[in-house]
Structures are given as structure tokens and as C-alpha cells.
């Protein structure tokens, strides 16, 4: 088979005391989201969505969260890796598109930035990376404050 679909989603709570870590960039915010690694919603969507495309079980399942070797740890580390087993399956990444649900604060000026760093750590070409954002139009948990989610497709062609 020479193509391959994946999906990816994440959630992480809002707290304070924390910075907000989305695609390895820290945005300026009163608040961040909690988590046993930096939390990087974003990079654990697209990093799921990868595994996923090659059947390669999930995040937890390659970082666990119980494993003191992953606190802290920066997230576009684990989307490194997802991409090496990528290509050690033989797969190339086509492209990725994402969504990141945040009521605030607003996000459309970090879009670049993001891109650039998910792009760079990928190996990818920067309009390879699509980054969207969205709120949750004040509903729900998303909508309420209390955290923050994202979504992730990936599309990777055989290579070798
Ligand atoms: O969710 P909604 O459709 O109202 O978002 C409108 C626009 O605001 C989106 O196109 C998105 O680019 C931007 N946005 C943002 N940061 C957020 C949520 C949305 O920049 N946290
Ligand atoms: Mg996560």
C-alpha cells in the first residue's frame, strides 16, 4: 500500500503556574496546561496521528507518563521519534493538518512560528504544516477554560 492516513487527538487541562508549550513554542499567557511532559497539546496530536498511520500504537504507549525519564520532557522530542519510526517503516510524510481548540488567548499571530518548528522538527517544508486554531465558542470544557485540545490528521506516502 503506498499511502497512509492518520489521526491524532489531545487534551490537557488549564492551569496556572505552568507555560503554554504549543508546536515547541512558548506563547505568552497567565496560564498553561498540566501534564507529566512540557504538555505541548499540539505536538501530541500530530505525534499520535503519525503512529497512527503506521500502526504503531500511541504516545503513551512509546513515552509513558509514569516514566521519569519523560517529565518535563520537551514534546517535539517524542514527534522526532514518531517520525524516525515513520521512516523506518518506509513513509514519508505528504503533509500534516492540525487544529488546536483554545478560547484564548488568541493564537493567529504564532501560526508562522509554529509551523516553522513543527516544519523543522518533521523534516518538512513549512507548507507542508498546516496549524489552525479555533475556541469552542464558550462551551464545554474547551469553551469554559478549563482546557485545551487538539487534532491532528497526516497523510504519509511510501518511500521506500
Ligand atoms: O473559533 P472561531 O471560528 O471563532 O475562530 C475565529 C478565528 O480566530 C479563527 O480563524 C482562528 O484563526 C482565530 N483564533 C485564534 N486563536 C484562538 C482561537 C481562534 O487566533 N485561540
Ligand atoms: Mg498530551
Redesign the pocket.
Known amino acids: 500500500m503506498n499511502i497512509r492516513i492518520g489521526q491524532g487527538w489531545d487534551n490537557h487541562r488549564i492551569v496556572t503556574g505552568r507555560p503554554l508549550i504549543l508546536g515547541g513554542i512558548t506563547i505568552p499567557c497567565e496560564f498553561g496546561l498540566e501534564g507529566h511532559s512540557d504538555a505541548d497539546v499540539l505536538s501530541h496530536a500530530i505525534t499520535d496521528a503519525i503512529l497512527g498511520a503506521i500502526a504503531a500504537g500511541d504516545i503513551g504507549m512509546h513515552f509513558p507518563d509514569t516514566d521519569p525519564r519523560w517529565k518535563g520532557a520537551g514534546s517535539l522530542r517524542f514527534l522526532k521519534h514518531a517520525c524516525d519510526l515513520a521512516a523506518e517503516a518506509g513513509y514519508t510524510i505528504a503533509n500534516v493538518d492540525s487544529t ?10 504564532f ?1 508562522l512560528v509554529i509551523r516553522e518548528a513543527l516544519a523543522q522538527t518533521m523534516g518538512l517544508a513549512t507548507d507542508q504544516v498546516s496549524v ?6 464558550r462551551v464545554g470544557p474547551v469553551g469554559e477554560g478549563r482546557s485545551a485540545e487538539a487534532q491532528a490528521a497526516v497523510c504519509l506516502v511510501r518511500s521506500s
Open positions: 488546536v481548540i483554545l478560547e484564548r488567548p488568541k493564537l493567529k499571530d501560526r489552525k486554531f479555533k475556541t469552542a465558542e
